[in-house]
């Protein structure tokens, strides 16, 4: 039973960090690509960030490069994105899923994906 667990967000000033975690369960970490995505009020949900299963390349929206970037352990089953120089647009739900397609021009999830609850993470002075 795959299973996913996000962690790690809260209440950050502008200019903060964060890193967010995704454990998972169930499933090898290296038979999916991972990805990061979220989701603020009234907003579209957005893909934040991916990893690719099998080399490992790692991908990223416009709104966060340069400022977040994705890891993962195989061994501890879990995927982190590190968050800096946060500023009040990053204020959202942070959801991981597994099947992710990542590529240079977009960050999708799949259609047969499995999802964590999310963890919040909010921005503000």
């Known amino acids: 039973h795959v299973q996913l667990a996000e962690s790690g967000g809260g209440l950050v000033q502008p200019g903060g960090s964060l890193r967010l975690s995704c454990a998972v369960s169930g499933f090898p970490l290296h038979y999916y690509n991972i990805g990061w995505f979220r989701q603020a009020p009234g907003k579209e949900r957005e893909g934040v960030s991916c990893m690719n299963d099998s080399d490992g390349g790692t991908y990223y929206a416009d709104s966060v490069k340069e400022r977040f970037t994705i890891t993962r352990s195989d061994d501890k089953k879990t995927v982190w994105l590190q968050m800096a120089n946060l500023n009040p647009e990053d204020t959202a739900l942070y959801f991981c899923?597994?099947?992710?397609?990542?590529?240079?021009?977009?960050?999708?999830?799949?259609?047969?994906?499995?999802w964590g609850q999310g963890t919040q993470v909010t921005v503000s002075s």
């Open positions: 899923a597994t099947e992710t397609f990542c590529s240079r021009e977009t960050i999708i999830p799949g259609p047969g994906g499995s």
